[in-house]
């Protein structure tokens, strides 16, 4: 069965970093893209980004409001992929997602993460 | 980037009635488009891809119509669980926007 679990989601001063973990289980992690999308409280959803598989060179591609700070990568040994976010924003409070996938639709999400930016 | 709205943002509803929710989107996005049902606290569920394939355990009442810029998400008759948001999804280019979404609730 596939999975994905997403982790690390916490509070934060703004301007400080924060890493989200997705670990992923069922299938070949490192044959597969890997994305992150998030939810703002009471708002819809936003894509963040997502990482290709080695097969594809490990590029990423960003939403313009996370590009420069967010930084996508994976760990195929452990099947883990992460979103490491630098010089957080209050308006980065979101739950976030994991899926396995990057340029097909979302058929597996994590149950999601929430991260709460706030002095 | 391209931008999608969505209408109606909200709509009530009745167990039964036949529902359809409309996708526009702001350039020609062939049939890069998805829909997700979200219930409040969980993660969105994948319906539709491709805007009229029918995601593998999605119940035959959802079906999904559209191209270019214009598509829809039709319930043929609404079931007491899906009452639920919509949301859908272009796949066309970067980035990968989503529409407002729309809430179905019981009349």
């Known amino acids: 069965e596939v999975q994905v679990v997403e982790s690390g989601g916490g509070l934060v001063q703004p301007g400080r970093s924060l890493r989200l973990s997705c670990t992923a289980s069922?299938?070949?992690?490192?044959?597969?893209?890997m994305s992150w999308f998030r939810q703002a409280p009471g708002k819809g959803l936003e894509w963040v980004g997502f990482?290709?598989?080695?097969?594809?060179?490990?590029?990423?591609e960003y939403a313009a409001s996370v590009k420069g700070r967010f930084t996508i990568s994976r760990d195929d040994s452990k099947s883990i992929a992460y979103l490491q976010m630098n010089s957080l924003k209050t308006e980065d409070t979101a739950v976030y997602y994991c899926?396995?996938?990057?340029?097909?639709?979302?058929?597996?999400w994590g149950q999601g993460t929430l991260v709460t930016v706030s002095s | 980037a391209i931008q999608l709205t969505q209408s109606p943002s909200s709509l009530s509803a009745s167990v039964g009635d036949r529902v359809t929710i409309t996708c526009r989107a702001s350039?020609?996005?062939?049939?890069?488009l998805a829909w997700y049902q979200q219930k409040p606290g969980k993660a969105p569920k994948l319906l539709i891809y491709?805007?009229?394939s029918l995601e593998s355990g999605v119940p035959s009442r959802f079906s999904g119509s559209g191209s270019g810029t214009d598509f829809t998400l039709t319930i043929s008759s609404l079931q007491p669980e899906d009452f639920a948001t919509y949301h859908c999804?272009?796949?066309?280019?970067?980035?990968?926007?989503f529409g407002p979404g729309t809430k179905v609730d019981i009349k």
């Open positions: 990482i290709r598989s080695k097969a594809y060179g490990e590029t990423t």
């Open positions: 350039q020609g996005i062939s049939s890069a």
């Open positions: 069922g299938f070949t992690f490192g044959d597969y893209a």
């Open positions: 899926t396995r996938g990057g340029l097909v639709p979302a058929s597996y």
């Open positions: 999804q272009q796949f066309n280019s970067y980035p990968f926007t």
């Open positions: 491709d805007a009229s």
